[in-house]
């Protein structure tokens, strides 16, 4: 998992000009893998329901939140080809509160998470500054108001 993703020094993944993320060299395998598969799909189309329905070992035409956090989850090795989680759904995924490297925020209406510091998002939630439109990684924090915090087992 993660093959040829860019690397980082230090403990947080780092956006590139690009859009696409570099992840901390001493991450985790399975970090390294979610920052590779969400940096194949960063700056695809937002289309709600885009993505579900089809095996997360494809590269959908589009996606929403939920079917883009289960890209990078299945990119990490967490979730089988087959799933196909909605937001609500992953408010019960993995463990409660806060992860060291992985932290998944998740309500009835949107999911977004942290991956080794750096958003995932759908949407510009942080405001102007954010830095980019659309699927991707954003370069600044937003509020969790509103949203369960969730973590992968062990991450």
């Not at 992840?23 to 395998?29: G, L, N, Q, R, T």
Request: charged share 10%; net charge negative; proline share 9%.
């Amino acid at each position: 998992a993660g093959a040829g993703v860019p690397l980082t020094p230090g403990p947080q993944a780092t956006l590139l000009p690009d859009g696409l993320a570099a992840a901390p060299a001493a991450a985790p395998a399975t970090v390294k893998g979610m920052i590779a598969a969400g940096n194949q799909i960063a700056g695809k189309p937002y289309v709600y329901g885009g993505g579900h329905g089809l095996p997360l070992s494809e590269v959908a035409p589009s996606y929403d939140c939920s079917s883009s956090v289960d890209h990078l989850l299945y990119g990490g090795g967490l979730l089988p080809a087959t799933a196909d989680a909605t937001s609500g759904t992953l408010e019960a995924f993995g463990q409660p509160g806060p992860g060291r490297w992985v932290t998944i925020y998740a309500s009835y209406d949107h999911v977004f998470m942290y991956v080794a510091g750096l958003r995932w998002d759908t949407w510009n939630a942080a405001g102007a500054g954010d830095g980019s439109t659309g699927i991707g990684w954003h370069p600044l924090i937003r509020s969790s108001a509103g949203f369960v915090a969730r973590h992968p087992v062990g991450l």
